[in-house]
């Protein structure tokens, strides 16, 4: 008799832990609630933890403004989910791991602090109603993905992304800066029909650019030329007035850049092997199209987009921007124009 009280009394006891443990974490899929790796942020936290490291397995959801401390790591590992909930922030001033097979989920706000860093290899989603302001670092590994239908707000430099994976999500760029006659947006300069360099500016092509260059051309297996490359104000001068003694000023001023508008003063800007628009068809023209953004440069006009950047298609014309930055305008599918959020023409 006694020995079956105990064993009814231990399995009311069960019951009971099982039902608290159940009440306390609440994951937000489908799947089995195990207390050593789902965790559920407490209604009345908002330091996630003081410093170390902590491992999620389960699921973080975060309910209430928090913050993740300078000195403190938190990993979401294979098969971890972080969600950051409607109308709720995360601020991050430590450092954010997602790894291979880990997820976050971000519906509410995710605020990177400029000492914060976010490792990206897994994947990281911004929800239609989300957002993720970035004034630290973020890095997007090989294999790592942030996507969504949400905002990834740029406060600082699009360099402040190293990006070796891919990104999808819609980024807000910073509003321009002009100093000393220079416009910069994220730390990329803009030269075109509307933003002009002084007169003064330049002196040859970056050693950035054309090591960047002699790089694509090992790898391509092409015969690739720098037809042109720095020009300075005032040989864009001459240089468009040559054009529009032959074509007249309206037809020029459709390929060829007034003083000051060329984008060949920067040093970052080369014409590769041909000026015509068929070297678009060639087999080497389809490779620069298809693989200069890996060496860190775009096709600056491409075909179709006149009325956005001001100028004809252009499939010889490409700008350095480095390997980073080059891989988001890529992968965004857009103009130099529309990536940074300006006119190409008034």
């Known amino acids: 008799m006694t020995r079956a009280f105990n064993s009814a009394a231990a399995m009311i006891m069960a019951i009971i832990t099982f039902s608290a443990m159940f009440l306390f974490v609440t994951p937000l899929t489908?799947?089995?609630?195990?207390?050593?790796?789902?965790?559920?942020?407490?209604?009345?936290?908002?330091?996630?933890?003081?410093s170390g490291s902590r491992k999620i397995t389960g699921n973080l959801v975060i309910r209430k403004d928090s913050i993740l401390p300078k000195g403190a790591t938190l990993s979401i590992?294979?098969?971890g989910k972080l969600y950051v909930l409607p109308?709720?922030?995360?601020?991050?001033?430590?450092?954010?791991?997602?790894?291979?097979?880990?997820?976050?989920?971000?519906?509410?706000?995710?605020?990177?602090?400029?000492?914060?860093?976010?490792?990206?290899?897994?994947k990281l989603k911004i929800q239609k109603s989300g957002n993720v302001s970035l004034d630290g670092t973020m890095r997007v590994n090989k294999g790592g993905n942030v996507f969504g239908s949400g905002k990834l707000n740029v406060l600082g430099d699009f360099s402040d992304i190293k990006c070796k994976g891919t990104v999808t999500a819609k980024i807000v760029p910073p509003v321009p800066i002009e100093q000393d006659g220079i416009t910069t947006v994220g730390g990329v300069m803009i030269v075109n029909r509307v933003y002009s360099l002084p007169s003064t500016y330049g002196n040859g092509i970056e050693a950035v650019a054309y090591n960047a260059f002699l790089k694509m051309k090992n790898a391509s297996g092409y015969n690739m030329s720098i037809v042109s490359g720095f020009?300075?104000?005032?040989?864009?001068?001459?240089?468009?007035?040559?054009?529009?003694?032959?074509?007249?000023?309206?037809?020029?001023?459709?390929?060829?850049?007034?003083?000051?508008?060329?984008?060949h003063q920067t040093g970052l800007t080369m014409?590769?092997?041909?000026?015509?628009?068929?070297?678009?068809k060639t087999d080497e023209g389809k490779?620069?199209?298809?693989?200069?953004?890996?060496?860190?440069?775009?096709?600056?006009y491409p075909e179709g987009c006149?009325?956005?950047t001001g100028y004809i298609y252009e499939p010889w014309h490409v700008r350095y921007l480095g390997t980073s930055t080059a891989k988001l305008v890529h992968d965004s599918g857009l103009t130099l124009e529309e990536f940074l959020g300006v006119k190409g023409w008034n």
């Open 231 to 263: 020009r300075s104000y005032e040989k864009q001068k001459e240089t468009f007035a040559y054009w529009e003694s032959i074509d007249g000023f309206e037809k020029a001023d459709r390929y060829s850049s007034q003083a000051g508008h060329s984008e």
């Open 77 to 79: 590992k294979k098969g």
């Open 87 to 122: 109308g709720v922030s995360l601020t991050v001033e430590g450092t954010l791991k997602v790894a291979s097979g880990g997820a976050v989920f971000v519906q509410g706000d995710m605020n990177i602090h400029s000492t914060g860093i976010v490792s990206c290899t897994g």
């Open 30 to 50: 489908a799947g089995k609630a195990e207390a050593q790796t789902t965790v559920t942020a407490d209604k009345t936290t908002e330091v996630l933890f003081n």
């Open 271 to 280: 014409d590769i092997s041909s000026l015509s628009q068929s070297y678009g």
């Open 306 to 308: 006149e009325n956005i």
């Open 287 to 300: 490779w620069l199209a298809a693989h200069c953004w890996e060496y860190g440069f775009i096709i600056r």
